[in-house]
């Protein structure tokens, strides 16, 4: 008995110890590599695609491989959806929380909710904002901290926030200025963003030398070129600072992951995930030092965590999330889901910013940003009605959902205008107008979020004439210096007039000169908020409209046609800058027209020349015929006014 009691301890003593042994071994077997999960452009899509949902299980699982994982926000978060509208973005602050955001930096549509709002939303951030050029204008320091560094497996990381400077254009723009319209905070854009290089620059060497941090990545919303001037774009941010690492990108909405050379030609990670969730970076900093990085497009099964995920469908594909993340999510909107729900109209088809419906939201075809689009003459026609305006003009970037065949809820009108703008008339003139039509169609064919829709207004684009539009540092409009695209001006029917005023109808985005729309700025508000952007939209459908779409929705009507070329103007070549002619607009020129050195110079010299030969052609004759009796001259006035040219000795 005392033999088997014995061997019995003998073979626990062993399972225990292979136990031990074993635990020790798979957690030795847990890299020691450290991982940054990154995010960027999140835009309220907290179920879209891979989700914050997915987001969570991600982690999770690569908790289970690494010892050490860092997730940081690369901005643009709290807007873009119902979820953002409802709480001010403080559901989604809620919602970082609980998946544990590491670094955050602002993107500029934190601010659309006004500064306090921001400031609120800051303070409810466990981990806080970071951006080194939100700044006050006045002594230029950092409203939030420049960078912040983290400390992992002995290695210092220093994360450096930098938000786009072109929030300026970007945003909702009252809590940025004082009543007197002087700036309050800055985004350090002087001389054309060198100022925004040394500050970053500065930040990179005291990180290194005072601080002794052994990798510099800077968490940026900025963008690439094509949708920023180069300047502001992440890669002119790079080529003009050295000691960087890496720098994970936003606010273009597009998904790359390439090597670009800094001011020493020396290569800088550079990345970014697209928008809505559509991918998650995993940029890893290896134990040799190096560095790698990949943008995931779904989550893959573990099995080791098994009871912790569930499966979900969206957009026809499955995915992979943490059940307790999904169902915290869920306990969200089901706190205002009646009031999401509640049907508001009815249309018998779609209407679309999309070639299709079933294109993805990062998709480069839309159809609004290029050209006239039925769902934005919808909602210009909402605010121009019942703003009791002679016209509208919507940038397509703030409508950013569609309208699909059946029941339109509640829901579906916030996500179509998700920024909850005032919407206010000013009084303009037509000049204005035709500045406005012209900077917003500056960057055609390609893409513009500033393209102008519009209601009681129909012009012409002459795509084959280059943009003469002369812009700011901020990218706002400051003239156009040449020849114009667009022509063929009407409001309501009628020729533009260049000197009347004209009452507008539109998001105080816009007229606070969103999207560079600095046009419209000096002139006063006549009549106060009627209500914001999605709540005006709603009203229209509900009580003019009779809560169904008309069909007149259903195609273009030609309030904006492309041409291949300008309509000839005859009658336009002694107009001033302020003069038109309704076919088509110019600037004056600062020299002498085709025409008018045809006329001052050619037609002389041919006159001469033809003078020259009769008098040569008429001495020839008098040689010949000497002996007879000399003619007189004036019997030769048919032959020469023959060439229709004015007979004079």
Do not use: W
């Not at 005291?206 to 690439?224: A, M, P, Q, S, T």
């Not at 969730?277 to 943008?295: P, Q, R």
């Not at 003459?377 to 699909?404: H, K, Q, T």
């Amino acid at each position: 008995m005392k033999e088997i009691l014995f061997f019995s301890l003998i073979l626990i003593k062993i399972s225990i110890s292979s136990y031990i042994k074993e635990n020790k071994r798979n957690l030795q077997e847990k890299s020691n590599d450290i991982v940054i999960l990154h995010t960027n452009d999140v835009h309220c899509g907290v179920f879209d695609k891979i989700g914050y949902d997915g987001l969570m299980l991600l982690k999770k699982q690569l908790q289970k491989k690494y010892n050490y994982v860092i997730t940081v926000d690369a901005g643009d978060h709290i807007q873009g959806g119902t979820m953002g509208v409802l709480t001010k973005g403080e559901a989604l602050i809620d919602i970082m929380n609980k998946i544990g955001y590491d670094v955050v930096t602002l993107g500029n549509h934190e601010f659309d909710y006004t500064i306090p709002q921001l400031e609120s939303n800051s303070f409810l951030l466990n981990c806080g904002y970071i951006s080194i050029n939100y700044c006050f204008h006045k002594n230029k320091t950092s409203r939030y901290n420049p960078s912040k560094i983290i400390e992992k497996n002995n290695k210092k990381i220093g994360f450096i926030g930098v938000s786009t400077p072109e929030t300026f254009s970007k945003t909702y723009l009252n809590t940025l200025y004082d009543s007197e319209g002087n700036r309050i905070y800055d985004f350090l854009t002087e001389n054309k963003n060198q100022e925004l290089y040394t500050r970053i620059q500065e930040e990179i060497n005291r990180l290194k030398n005072e601080e002794k941090v052994d990798y510099i990545i800077i968490l940026g919303h900025l963008g690439i070129l094509g949708d920023s001037s180069e300047e502001n774009t992440s890669a002119g941010v790079i080529k003009n600072i050295e000691g960087v690492n890496a720098l994970i990108d936003g606010h273009s909405h597009k998904v790359y992951s390439q090597n670009t050379p800094d001011k020493n030609s020396q290569n800088v990670l550079l990345a970014q995930t697209g928008t809505k969730l559509a991918n998650i970076g995993i940029l890893i900093i290896h134990e040799n030092g190096n560095l790698s990085h990949e943008n995931i497009d779904e989550v893959p099964y573990v099995s080791e965590l098994d009871s912790e995920t569930i499966t979900v469908t969206r957009n026809k594909k499955e995915y992979y999330v943490d059940k307790e993340m999904n169902e915290y999510i869920n306990k969200i909107f089901e706190s205002f889901s009646d009031e999401l729900n509640q049907v508001i109209g009815f249309t018998n088809f779609s209407l679309t910013i999309y070639k299709n419906i079933t294109e993805s939201r990062e998709s480069e075809t839309q159809l609004s940003r290029v050209g006239e689009n039925t769902l934005c003459n919808l909602i210009c026609d909402a605010f121009r009605e019942l703003g009791d305006a002679d016209i509208s003009i919507v940038n397509a970037g703030s409508i950013r959902a569609e309208i699909y065949e059946g029941n339109i809820t509640y829901q579906e009108v916030i996500d179509l205008l998700p920024f909850s703008n005032d919407v206010e008339v000013k009084q303009i003139t037509g000049q204005t107008i035709l500045d406005a039509l012209e900077y917003g169609v500056r960057t055609l064919p390609e893409p513009f979020s500033g393209f102008p829709q519009v209601s009681g207004i129909t012009f012409k684009i002459d795509e084959n004439i280059s943009s003469s539009v002369v812009v700011d540092e901020d990218n706002k409009f400051e003239s156009v210096k040449g020849e114009r695209r667009v022509y063929d001006v009407k409001i309501n029917g009628t020729e533009l007039d260049l000197n009347k005023k004209y009452t507008i109808a539109t998001s105080t985005f816009l007229l606070d000169g969103g999207d560079g729309y600095s046009m419209f700025v000096p002139f006063e508000i006549t009549k106060t908020a009627f209500g914001v952007d999605n709540e005006v939209l709603l009203k229209y459908i509900n009580e003019n409209l009779n809560g169904v779409i008309p069909y007149k929705y259903q195609n273009s009507e030609n309030r904006i046609v492309k041409t291949n070329g300008k309509i000839n103007d005859t009658n336009n070549d002694n107009d001033d800058d302020n003069n038109y002619t309704p076919r088509y607009y110019h600037e004056k020129s600062s020299g002498l027209s085709g025409g008018l050195i045809a006329i001052i110079v050619i037609i002389p010299i041919i006159v001469l020349a033809i003078t020259i030969g009769i008098i040569f052609f008429l001495k020839r004759k008098n040689i010949t015929n000497i002996t007879n009796e000399p003619k007189n001259i004036s019997n030769n006035s048919d032959t020469i006014n023959k060439f229709n040219i004015p007979y004079k000795i």
